[in-house]
Nanobody, 120 residues
């Protein structure tokens, strides 16, 4: 059974940094991993993804502040720098076995979510 375990959320002041991690367990190599986030009252929105060949895509509102990376086939991290209050949300890791539209809602596996709170 495939599971995604997330860690690294927390409370930080505006301008600060956090690092999120996502570790996949299970018997398959994934095509891509990435993150969505969901703030209270908002829909879940795409943040970033990274493909097996290490190519990556970012949402415009995090580009230049967030950095996604992979550590082998089963681990990914999201470095959040220069955080703003509007980055406050629950961040969800995802993974796909095959190519899926990164910003689309359909992904094979999801993590449990980790809270990121940015105080102004």
């Amino acid at each position: 059974q495939v599971q995604l375990a997330e860690s690294g959320g927390g409370l930080v002041q505006a301008g600060g940094s956090l690092r999120l991690s996502c570790v996949m367990s299970g018997p398959f190599n994934n095509y891509q991993m990435g993150w969505f986030r969901q703030a209270p009252g908002n829909e879940r929105e795409f943040v970033a993804n990274i493909v097996w060949d290490y190519s990556s895509v970012y949402a415009d509102n995090v580009k230049g502040r967030f950095t996604i990376a992979r550590d082998g086939a089963l681990k990914a991290s999201l470095q959040l720098d220069n955080l703003k209050s509007e980055d406050t949300a629950v961040y969800y890791c995802f993974a796909d076995r095959t190519a899926q539209i990164p910003s689309g809602a359909n992904h094979d596996y999801w993590g449990q979510g980790t809270q990121v709170t940015v105080s102004s």
